[in-house]
């Protein structure tokens, strides 16, 4: 190797080297860095727009770099050999891979770093994949200037990495569940069935969620109820599931293995038989008579039939409701004490009954808080709410469900005909960048309006459903089958969106304005009744929840998860997991899938007892603290506390709660925060790197 000189780089990082001896583990001498690079070539990904020699050579020159190496695939097994032997072949005290991504392959080159017998911490990667090839691709030269820059300043952090080590915690054996829909009813009997006792909370009085209010389901169109009523029933019997309804996630304070959730019971005002014997009622506590149903005066729109039946202040939603416990809504309710006499001896009613918290630990959680309907009124131009027969999908469900407000038989709302010729307008809020609507695809709407087309076929002779669309996106197992059996069924597929939606007044009927894009024209049908394909959107609840268990969410509002095809059912708050549709919108078996990968995912840390936490936190250097507490206010991870320590108020880091994201860090007005691993002299050394530019 030639001889190396003294650069500006070189006096850059001697002065970051003094300033890191603040280090609270750097105290004692460190040796000579003796820098390993490695250039991967990626088959062609980088290889195929820069120069990896004159790379690699450029690597040597640095100050600090003792071996510098390439190879077509350092991820590889041969690759991580070639890591390994070098850091024994040349003693070397730091490793640095330029090649893609650290979210995909830092873990492996950590492994590798540590089976070559270096701390895995002493390790930096340069992204030139992504950061650079794939954005230089028509460049070379361009690319290879870039690709030295960033090895460059790898290199001048890699000299100054610290051996850390990593933290375990202990994990909680409980879990909980937040939502119990299908998603949250499966991940809980999921973990119920590997032995995990499990929280299931759910906001409304009952289990089931959006698929309750379902009539069938494509493309085998199975009856909802009946495939969901036994594992409703499965839930309510299962001994490590404790089930907890009519109830929200009210705080939730600490981290993986150790969350301390509160939960408020809302008051329901009706005893279950458990709840009744604590206060001496034997035998007592509701049994679902519904006796107190049939006195009650006050009639309310009933939510559950999307405000298409009645209901009375204290209810149940359907029959088959999983607990089989009434509720009253004490908004409505006027306490006239009717149902009280009702009940009689089994004494299940309590009109002064308070909500409740109740708090829990658990080691890990999953959030499965469902979706909501986009209120598609906004849509002003559909008519939706302005017209009788102008209808939502879900209030179809309803109609043509035997258990809904009109015991299946589809009527139109204005006048309880049963109309004959109906459109379904796809996309209805969906795909939609006009600003009123949703930019994404809801994915199940073409699918169920086309059960919704089979349905108006088979229940009533003669009926003629037309279908709008956009697109028709039938992407699951036996779902393009499913598309061409309702063509062949007879109903007619029309492209294009609808523009307007006019009323005759004398008969209610609707005209349907649209553009047929196949055909280039314009046309106008007049029609009995329009069903909406409303686009989904968050639970409205989603975002306070997310909040709470400190989890990102897309631009849309969807939660985030940790890595879209590495880690789809996990967040960047560690021991906290998404299932179902709260991630984005998803069919039943989807979010089944998802529910299952959940649970396991979440089961993983518990059954392993403790977890280890990269050591990426922040550490405070007491001597230079002043116990302001402005860091205590803007840690978004509520990681740091003041305390009381020899005399003096000082922050304290709770690590397994910080995420090292340096926010207190970069805020501290007396430099009293160290970010492991991404300490000031590191960064300041990597912008001399990058300010001294090539000169050598």
Same mark, same amino acid.
């Given at each position: 190797?030639?001889?190396?000189? &003294?650069?500006?780089? @070189?006096?850059?990082?001697? =002065?970051? *080297?003094?300033?890191?001896? !603040?280090?609270?583990?750097? /105290? %004692?001498?460190?040796?000579?860095?003796?820098?390993?690079?490695?250039?991967?070539?990626?088959?062609?990904?980088?290889?195929?727009?820069?120069?990896?020699?004159?790379?690699?050579?450029?690597?040597?020159?640095?100050?600090?770099?003792?071996?510098?190496?390439?190879?077509?695939?350092?991820?590889?097994?041969?690759?991580?050999?070639?890591?390994?032997?070098?850091?024994?072949?040349?003693?070397?005290?730091?490793?640095?891979?330029?090649?893609?991504?650290?979210?995909?392959?830092?873990?492996?080159?950590?492994?590798?770093?540590?089976?070559?017998?270096?701390?895995?911490?002493?390790?930096?990667?340069?992204?030139?994949?992504?950061?650079?090839?794939? &954005?230089?691709?028509? @460049?070379?030269?361009?690319? =290879?200037? *870039?690709?030295?820059?960033? !090895?460059?300043?790898?290199? /001048? %952090?890699?000299?100054?990495?610290?051996?850390?080590?990593?933290?375990?915690?202990?994990?909680?054996?409980?879990?909980?569940?937040?939502?119990?829909?299908?998603?949250?009813?499966?991940?809980?009997?999921?973990?119920?069935?590997?032995?995990?006792?499990?929280?299931?909370?759910?906001?409304?009085?009952?289990?089931?969620?959006?698929?309750?209010?379902?009539?069938?389901?494509?493309?085998?169109?199975?009856?909802?109820?009946?495939?969901?009523?036994?594992?409703?029933?499965?839930?309510?019997?299962?001994?490590?599931?404790?089930?907890?309804?009519?109830?929200?996630?009210?705080?939730?304070?600490?981290?993986?293995?150790?969350?301390?959730?509160?939960?408020?019971?809302?008051?329901?005002?009706?005893?279950?038989?458990?709840?009744?014997?604590?206060?001496?009622?034997?035998?007592?506590?509701?049994?679902?008579?519904?006796?107190?149903?049939?006195?009650?005066?006050?009639?309310?729109?009933?939510?559950?039939?999307?405000?298409?039946?009645?209901?009375?202040?204290?209810?149940?939603?359907?029959?088959?409701?999983?607990?089989?416990?009434?509720?009253?809504?004490?908004?409505?309710?006027?306490?006239?004490?009717?149902?009280?006499?009702?009940?009689?001896?089994?004494?299940?009613?309590?009109?002064?009954?308070?909500?409740?918290?109740?708090?829990?630990?658990?080691?890990?959680?999953?959030?499965?808080?469902?979706?909501?309907?986009?209120?598609?009124?906004?849509?002003?131009?559909?008519?939706?709410?302005?017209?009788?027969?102008?209808?939502?999908?879900?209030?179809?469900?309803?109609?043509?469900?035997?258990?809904?407000?009109?015991?299946?038989?589809?009527?139109?709302?204005?006048?309880?005909?049963?109309?004959?010729?109906?459109?379904?307008?796809?996309?209805?809020?969906?795909?939609?960048?006009?600003?009123?609507?949703?930019?994404?695809?809801?994915?199940?709407?073409?699918?169920?309006?086309?059960?919704?087309?089979?349905?108006?076929?088979?229940?009533?002779?003669?009926?003629?459903?037309?279908?709008?669309?956009?697109?028709?996106?039938?992407?699951?197992?036996?779902?393009?089958?499913?598309?061409?059996?309702?063509?062949?069924?007879?109903?007619?597929?029309?492209?294009?969106?609808?523009?307007?939606?006019?009323?005759?007044?004398?008969?209610?009927?609707?005209?349907?304005?649209?553009?047929?894009?196949?055909?280039?024209?314009?046309?106008?049908?007049?029609?009995?009744?329009?069903?909406?394909?409303?686009?989904?959107?968050?639970?409205?609840?989603?975002?306070?929840?997310?909040?709470?268990?400190?989890?990102?969410?897309?631009?849309?509002?969807?939660?985030?998860?940790?890595?879209?095809?590495?880690?789809?059912?996990?967040?960047?708050?560690?021991?906290?997991?998404?299932?179902?549709?709260?991630?984005?919108?998803?069919?039943?078996?989807?979010?089944?899938?998802?529910?299952?990968?959940?649970?396991?995912?979440?089961?993983?840390?518990?059954?392993?007892?403790?977890?280890?936490?990269?050591?990426?936190?922040?550490?405070?250097?007491?001597?230079?603290?002043?116990?302001?507490?402005?860091?205590?206010?803007?840690?978004?991870?509520?990681?740091?506390?003041?305390?009381?320590?020899?005399?003096?108020?000082?922050?304290?880091?709770?690590?397994?709660?910080?995420?090292?994201?340096?926010?207190?860090?970069?805020?501290?007005?007396?430099?009293?925060?160290?970010?492991?691993?991404?300490?000031?002299?590191?960064?300041?050394?990597?912008?001399?790197?990058?300010?001294?530019?090539?000169?050598?």
């Amino acid at each position: 190797m030639a001889e190396k000189k &003294v650069t500006k780089k @070189d006096a850059a990082q001697k =002065t970051a *080297k003094k300033d890191a001896g !603040i280090a609270p583990n750097m /105290a %004692k001498e460190e040796k000579k860095p003796r820098i390993g690079v490695f250039i991967c070539h990626c088959g062609t990904n980088i290889a195929g727009s820069m120069s990896i020699t004159d790379v690699q050579e450029y690597a040597k020159t640095l100050g600090d770099v003792a071996f510098a190496d390439n190879y077509q695939y350092m991820c590889s097994t041969p690759g991580q050999k070639k890591i390994e032997d070098a850091i024994k072949e040349h003693n070397l005290t730091g490793i640095v891979v330029a090649a893609c991504s650290p979210r995909l392959h830092e873990p492996t080159f950590r492994t590798a770093t540590k089976e070559g017998g270096l701390n895995p911490f002493r390790f930096e990667m340069a992204n030139i994949r992504e950061q650079n090839s794939w &954005v230089h691709m028509h @460049d070379s030269e361009g690319a =290879t200037s *870039k690709a030295k820059d960033a !090895i460059r300043i790898a290199v /001048a %952090k890699a000299a100054l990495l610290q051996d850390l080590i990593p933290k375990s915690v202990p994990v909680e054996p409980t879990a909980m569940v937040v939502g119990a829909g299908v998603a949250g009813m499966q991940a809980a009997l999921d973990l119920a069935a590997a032995g995990i006792k499990t929280y299931l909370i759910e906001q409304e009085p009952s289990i089931g969620g959006r698929m309750s209010q379902l009539d069938k389901t494509f493309p085998t169109l199975d009856c909802s109820q009946c495939i969901l009523t036994p594992k409703m029933v499965d839930v309510g019997r299962s001994k490590n599931i404790e089930l907890m309804t009519y109830s929200n996630v009210d705080s939730v304070e600490g981290y993986i293995g150790n969350f301390d959730v509160t939960i408020r019971k809302k008051a329901r005002g009706v005893l279950t038989p458990d709840e009744a014997e604590a206060r001496g009622f034997v035998g007592g506590g509701c049994n679902g008579c519904g006796d107190c149903d049939a006195v009650c005066p006050v009639i309310k729109p009933n939510n559950f039939e999307v405000g298409m039946k009645p209901r009375k202040a204290i209810y149940i939603n359907h029959p088959q409701v999983v607990p089989l416990i009434y509720t009253i809504d004490f908004e409505s309710c006027v306490k006239c004490g009717l149902c009280v006499t009702a009940c009689g001896d089994k004494k299940a009613i309590d009109l002064e009954m308070q909500d409740e918290l109740i708090k829990v630990k658990v080691g890990t959680a999953i959030l499965a808080t469902g979706y909501d309907i986009f209120p598609i009124e906004k849509k002003e131009e559909w008519g939706y709410k302005k017209y009788e027969n102008v209808i939502s999908s879900l209030e179809f469900e309803r109609l043509i469900c035997a258990s809904g407000p009109t015991g299946g038989h589809l009527v139109r709302p204005s006048d309880g005909v049963t109309p004959k010729k109906i459109a379904f307008l796809l996309c209805a809020g969906s795909r939609d960048n006009t600003g009123v609507g949703k930019p994404y695809c809801s994915r199940f709407c073409c699918m169920y309006s086309l059960k919704h087309a089979h349905q108006i076929i088979e229940k009533i002779p003669g009926a003629q459903p037309y279908l709008f669309y956009m697109d028709i996106r039938s992407f699951g197992k036996m779902y393009e089958e499913f598309y061409y059996r309702i063509q062949d069924e007879g109903a007619k597929f029309i492209r294009g969106r609808v523009a307007n939606i006019l009323e005759d007044p004398e008969t209610k009927n609707l005209k349907v304005y649209a553009d047929d894009t196949l055909l280039d024209r314009p046309m106008e049908l007049e029609v009995d009744l329009v069903v909406l394909a409303s686009a989904v959107e968050p639970a409205a609840d989603t975002n306070r929840t997310r909040k709470l268990f400190g989890v990102s969410c897309s631009m849309d509002g969807w939660l985030l998860e940790a890595h879209p095809k590495l880690n789809p059912c996990g967040t960047t708050t560690a021991g906290v997991f998404l299932a179902g549709v709260c991630q984005g919108p998803k069919d039943i078996p989807d979010t089944v899938a998802s529910a299952e990968g959940a649970a396991s995912a979440a089961s993983i840390p518990i059954h392993m007892g403790e977890v280890e936490l990269e050591p990426y936190f922040a550490m405070c250097i007491e001597d230079k603290c002043a116990g302001c507490g402005m860091c205590v206010k803007l840690c978004p991870y509520s990681a740091l506390d003041l305390i009381e320590k020899d005399g003096r108020t000082v922050m304290q880091v709770t690590e397994a709660k910080c995420k090292g994201c340096g926010t207190c860090g970069g805020f501290c007005p007396g430099g009293a925060i160290w970010m492991q691993h991404f300490t000031t002299p590191q960064i300041v050394a990597q912008i001399d790197a990058f300010l001294v530019g090539g000169e050598q």
